[in-house]
């Protein structure tokens, strides 16, 4: 993969369950915090699994109008929300930009699932009162391009606009995928990430359906375990996070200020199984050597690695096995940690927000931490960085997002330097 234009992180922001902001995402994250708690959206009596991420405290009017609001499934809301505030992080103002500058700013954003709120209201009114009553806006409020049609719609960005979906890789694919355009020289700057919001009665359902949520009804705030041995499912997350991403010439031109430099990107298929991870790792273990040869750097330069870590028995292991087999005996030297532990799992948004989290452990030199750890798993032996953050350098940090369909991504964040 030939590498031509040096990218670079301006702009990041975070709508997560454990803060609106990056900011408030990263102190989060530093005090241990977990952002799950019973649902408060809708009636759990129908479900199995009665607890969630969910986002606390979000108000769309902070960042569109009503009108607006109400015309748009909450993942392209958090889309909307997290683009205002990516752009006042990297300090563009669209209104000053000319028009051959919006040519050239594109918006990949994507989301695993899409409008499954307003599909499935919708589905109800059809259902109860026939398809005549289905909202005009049904269609463009459900499908999961429409968030980065919207970013573009509202602020004139007219380069290169689509989303990626890959289920829970969905976010990182959107990254790599802007990475690539800037490199190549398709685009001076790019908006990308993923949003999700699919705690609902039929999301929550549908995952219970796969086995795949946690059932720990008891307790709820240490629900999401990753690495630890009585873990028993993943703990559904909602929100979204974006990058801004530009050349650095681009950068340097307008005296941005620069978070981190993306160096490296790695891709790859499980071709195994639609839910399960193959055992050995052998699709995370291509994206994670990709990811480094695209970097042009060796295993042992990697300090941190955010995991997928989802909390899942089966995914933990295989994670850590190809881990294990990628960094060899580095494996062991390295920090590790799942954020998932606090956020729940974004699906579709998860590798943007975990990218946040990737980037300001390079810009603190801090990992954040996995929480809830209290039983060893004899299989899972690495250093997870267990239930408090931990000080340590971090010039290089790894972030991995996989997802159903076996699809497997890796990006690869540098601390900036001339």
């Known amino acids: 993969m030939q590498k031509n234009k040096r990218v670079v992180v301006t702009g990041m922001a975070a709508l997560t369950p454990i803060g609106l902001t990056v900011k408030e995402f990263w102190d989060s994250m530093m005090e241990s915090k977990s952002g799950c708690a019973p649902i408060t959206s809708f009636d759990t009596s129908r479900v199995e699994t009665k607890f969630a991420c969910e986002l606390k405290g979000f108000d769309p009017t902070k960042y569109m109008d009503k009108k607006t609001a109400r015309r748009l499934d909450k993942f392209s809301q958090y889309a909307l929300a997290v683009a205002k505030d990516v752009l006042e992080d990297a300090g563009i103002n669209p209104e000053n930009l000319s028009e051959d500058e919006k040519n050239n700013i594109g918006v990949i954003f994507g989301s695993g699932i899409g409008g499954i709120q307003t599909f499935f209201s919708q589905a109800v009114v059809s259902y109860t009162q026939g398809a005549n009553r289905i909202s005009p806006f049904f269609i463009p409020m459900i499908i999961p391009d429409i968030a980065a049609g919207q970013v573009s719609i509202q602020y004139g960005f007219r380069g290169p606009n689509y989303c990626a979906v890959s289920a829970c890789a969905t976010a990182n694919n959107c990254i790599i995928d802007s990475y690539l355009m800037i490199q190549n020289g398709m685009a001076n700057a790019m908006l990308c990430g993923g949003g999700e919001a699919s705690v609902c009665e039929i999301g929550i359902g549908g995952f219970n359906a796969s086995k795949a949520l946690s059932t720990r009804n008891d307790s709820p705030e240490t629900a999401s375990r990753p690495f630890d041995a009585t873990r028993d499912g993943f703990v559904m997350g909602e929100g979204a996070g974006m990058l801004y991403l530009e050349d650095l010439e681009s950068a340097k031109a307008r005296g941005a200020r620069i978070y981190a430099e993306l160096i490296g990107v790695g891709l790859s298929a499980d071709a195994y199984h639609i839910t399960a991870p193959e055992p050995e790792g052998k699709g995370a273990k291509l994206a994670m050597a990709r990811a480094m040869k695209n970097a042009e750097i060796e295993p042992e330069e ?117």
Not at 319 to 347: P, R
Request: glycine share 8%; aromatic share 10%; with cysteine.
């Open 302 to 418: 990697i300090d941190y690695i955010n995991v997928h870590g989802t909390s899942t028995g089966l995914g933990d292991i295989a994670e850590t096995n190809a881990i294990k087999y990628i960094f060899g005996e580095h494996a062991y030297k390295l920090n590790i940690s799942s954020t998932k532990s606090m956020t729940g799992h974004l699906l579709g948004a998860a590798g943007a927000v975990e990218a946040v989290a990737s980037i300001m452990a390079t810009v603190n030199d801090m990992i954040p931490p996995t929480i809830n750890f209290e039983t060893p798993d004899p299989q899972c032996d690495l250093n997870y960085t267990f239930n408090k953050p931990q000080k340590r350098t971090v010039n290089i940090a790894m972030s991995n997002a996989f997802g159903f369909g076996g699809h497997n991504t890796s990006v690869i964040f540098k601390k900036f330097s001339e």
